[in-house]
């Protein structure tokens, strides 16, 4: 199993531009999450799903959206990048969101 | 969410048991507690959870107080490669919320 994969590692955009950070899963995994990590801090969760189809807004959701088509997949869209979503993003997932959840490595996202 | 307080930041030796506390005087019934641990540049990483009784896995044992209000992870032997930011976490739903960690440096 290849866990839980993000594409990409490192991304710089300019302000205004939009993007998609991608997250994908292998292991059946019906809860999947969002977080971002700013210097220094802990995570905060931006959007979560329970299953396919179904998706919910995490701590810190403005500026992001979310989708949940297929069961593997779980993409974050930044709609118009700000300075402000300058930080390390990381995707989790696990079989119900109750039992250990799985990181993936990370997006590190610089807006200029 | 109920919330978990740590130290900022530990030291200890190499090949030393660490004691790693959290206070958590706000826990519900219904919530496990969990820990996690994120290495440097690295995505959080699950390291054990409980309810009630103490806890123990090949990573680390959890040792929980009878009244649950404060919890320990103990790493019975460090080694340089336990240098991380630890995190403690009440769950009681599906979310996890994380908090500030407390940041563990090993010296060898």
């Known amino acids: 199993n290849a866990g839980v994969t993000q594409t990409p590692k490192f991304q710089v955009l300019k302000t205004g531009q939009s993007m998609t950070l991608q997250c994908a899963q292998d292991?059946?995994?019906?809860?999947m999450s969002w977080y971002r990590q700013d210097p220094g801090m802990g995570l905060r969760l931006i959007h979560y799903s329970v299953g396919a189809g179904i998706t919910d807004q995490g701590e810190v959701p403005n500026g992001y959206n979310v989708s949940r088509s297929t069961t593997e997949d779980f993409p974050l869209r930044l709609l118009s990048a700000a300075p402000s979503q300058t930080s390390v993003y990381f995707c989790?997932?696990?079989?119900?969101?109750?039992?250990?959840?799985?990181f993936g490595p990370g997006t590190r996202l610089l807006v200029l | 969410d109920a919330k978990t307080t740590q130290p900022n930041s530990m030291e200890s030796n190499e090949e030393e048991p660490v004691h790693l506390p959290c206070n958590h005087s706000t826990i519900s019934g219904t919530d496990y507690i969990h820990w996690y641990r994120q290495l440097p540049s690295q995505g959080p990483e699950y390291v054990i959870h409980g309810l009630t009784s103490n806890v123990n896995n090949r990573m680390a044992s959890l040792a929980i107080a009878e009244d649950r209000k404060s919890s320990t992870l103990i790493l019975h032997r460090a080694t340089l490669r336990d240098a991380a930011v630890y995190y403690c976490i009440l769950k009681g739903a599906q979310k996890l919320v994380f908090g500030q960690g407390t940041r563990l440096t090993i010296n060898p």
């Open positions: 292991m059946n995994h019906e809860y």
């Open positions: 989790a997932s696990s079989y119900s969101g109750y039992e250990t959840q799985y």
